[in-house]
């Protein structure tokens, strides 16, 4: 099974782990919607959604750049019509888009607080209720549709929330959206999972926190590959997991990781939040 003929909507798909999830996916000759603000570009941002649609065609997918701020209600209900008006539907949402501060409470403003919870737990929530009739409709025409979260798995020790309250709250919510989303939608066929990587990710936003040692890193293709095995799996049978992307690929046969490694050789990755 590949994603040859399938609609992925993927929230943020204009720059890193989003737009290495649309182009792995173009590959196959998926069609991809680029649902991401950036439509202009920004210097200390590289990546608009017209050069992601540009790459995913040139990959071999065809791509729809649609501007959207899934904070907004309108926004997203027009981006999805969109989408069906070009593709015909959608089987596979990717909720990548995703804020980040990593502050504690007292450094983090709550328009800040706002933005985090408006785009990770409510952009989550509000693109799968406006996608969800189109997965439905893939489900009876045995398309194999799939929500794939970019999340962390859910563990409730203090250790991951006391450095950075609001946003594990942020990306917790997402995690739990899938957790639900899971069980509400497994009787009509759709897959939903979250998928997270073990290490710090090499993205344009990691690279705007300080201190973190970007050569340690790995790329965003390792959760794109990832990304791949569990969308062409079977959605019947594939929901309610949080995945970590080396995982991923070692149970599918991918054990040298070394391709991912931003530089060839490292042993000591810079390791990511959330994983115990």
Not at 204 to 217: F, K, N
């Amino acid at each position: 099974m590949n994603l040859a003929g399938k609609t992925l909507f993927i929230t943020g798909a204009s720059r890193g782990i989003g737009l290495a999830i649309a182009v792995r996916a173009a590959r196959d000759g998926a069609n991809i919607v680029v649902a991401a603000k950036t439509a202009e570009s920004n210097p200390k941002l590289p990546g608009t959604i017209h050069s992601a649609a540009a790459e995913i065609e040139a990959a071999g997918g065809q791509a729809l750049a649609v501007q959207c701020d899934i904070r907004e209600e309108a926004s997203v209900q027009a981006a999805v019509a969109a989408a069906v008006a070009r593709f015909g539907g959608i089987d596979i949402l990717v909720n990548n888009a995703s804020a980040i501060s990593l502050t504690p409470t007292p450094a983090t403003p709550m328009k800040r607080v706002d933005l985090m919870l408006g785009v990770n737990v409510r952009g989550t929530y509000l693109c799968t209720q406006a996608c969800l009739p189109h997965l439905a409709a893939s489900a009876k025409a045995g398309r194999n549709p799939h929500v794939l979260t970019m999340s962390p798995p859910l563990s409730m020790r203090e250790h991951w929330f006391a450095p950075h309250t609001a946003y594990t709250i942020a990306k917790y919510g997402m995690s739990m959206c899938t957790l639900g989303h899971a069980g509400e939608f497994r009787p009509l066929g759709i897959g939903v999972n979250s998928l997270w990587p073990r290490t710090a990710i090499k993205t344009a936003a990691l690279q705007m926190i300080p201190g973190v040692d970007v050569a340690a890193c790995r790329t965003p293709e390792i959760l794109a590959d990832a990304a791949w095995f569990i969308l062409t799996s079977d959605a019947k049978t594939t929901s309610g997991n949080f995945y970590i992307d080396d995982a991923v690929l070692v149970a599918h046969g991918v054990t040298d990781l070394e391709r991912y490694s931003v530089t060839p050789g490292t042993k000591d990755f810079v390791p990511d939040f959330f994983v115990d």
